[in-house]
T-cell receptor, first 112, second 115 residues
Framework: KQEVTQIPAALSVPEGENLVLNCSFTDSAIYNLQWFRQDPGKGLTSLLLIQSSQREQTSGRLNASLDKSSGRSTLYIAASQPGDSATYLCAVRPGAGNMLTFGGGTRLMVKP | GAGVSQSPSNKVTEKGKDVELRCDPISGHTALYWYRQSLGQGLEFLIYFQGNSAPDKSGLPSDRFSAERTGGSVSTLTIQRTQQEDSAVYLC?????????????FGEGSRLTVL
């Protein structure tokens, strides 16, 4: 059974810092990995999707990397802003099957 | 539509009542998921629909939960004889078929409170 872990569970940083969020998974037989953002009381917003054959994806100040063999992904946020404050979730889609497995999320607060 | 639409956004009901939650996926998306997010908990998979294939119901927590998807588009999640532990946010997501990127897009969720 796939297990997805996100560390740290919560993070507070001053504005302008570069930061890294971690996601690890136990079964490397994945189809893709997706990073989401969730604001309080809202649904999930897709940030980046990395296919199993890819090493990284970039969107603006966000960069996600994938090391499938070691079961790890990182989300790098450059020059953090207060508007980046949210919960960040990673989800793994298996190589076979339909169920995405989500991590518990990292709650990020960026202080002005 | 432009995004995944869910209704109602909030539902308060009494224990023992039945509720229906609706999801309208992005036009053209053949895959549809229901997830549940309880307070302080992670996302829990409930059910998956793909085209005309039999749904994957492996995540439904009890036989009080059921879902259907009519015409390959709109889906309804029904909870019968609601219990207080059913209180949660029910999230719907859709994606293109798996053979493409398979990126999931979520709706804003339906917050269910069972008194």
């Amino acid at each position: 059974k796939q297990e997805v872990t996100q560390i740290p569970a919560a993070l507070s940083v001053p504005e302008g810092e570069n930061l890294v969020l971690n996601c690890s998974f136990t079964d490397s037989a994945i189809y893709n990995l997706q990073w989401f953002r969730q604001d309080p009381g809202k649904g999930l917003t897709s940030l980046l999707l990395i296919q199993s054959s890819q090493r990284e994806q970039t969107s603006g100040r966000l960069n996600a990397s994938l090391d499938k063999s070691s079961g790890r992904s990182t989300l790098y946020i450059a020059a953090s802003q207060p508007g980046d404050s949210a919960t960040y979730l990673c989800a793994v889609r298996p190589g076979a099957g339909n169920m995405l497995t989500f991590g518990g999320g990292t709650r990020l607060m960026v202080k002005p | 539509g432009a995004g995944v639409s869910q209704s109602p956004s909030n539902k308060v009901t009494e224990k023992g009542k039945d509720v229906e939650l609706r999801c309208d996926p992005i036009s053209g998306h053949t895959a549809l998921y229901w997830y549940r997010q309880s307070l302080g908990q992670g996302l829990e998979f409930l059910i998956y629909f793909q085209g005309n294939s039999a749904p994957d119901k492996s995540g439904l927590p009890s036989d009080r939960f059921s879902a259907e998807r009519t015409g390959g588009s709109v889906s309804t999640l029904t909870i019968q004889r609601t219990q207080q532990e059913d209180s949660a946010v029910y999230l719907c997501a859709s994606s293109l078929v798996r053979g493409s990127a398979g990126e999931l897009f979520f709706g804003e969720g339906s917050r269910l409170t069972v008194l």
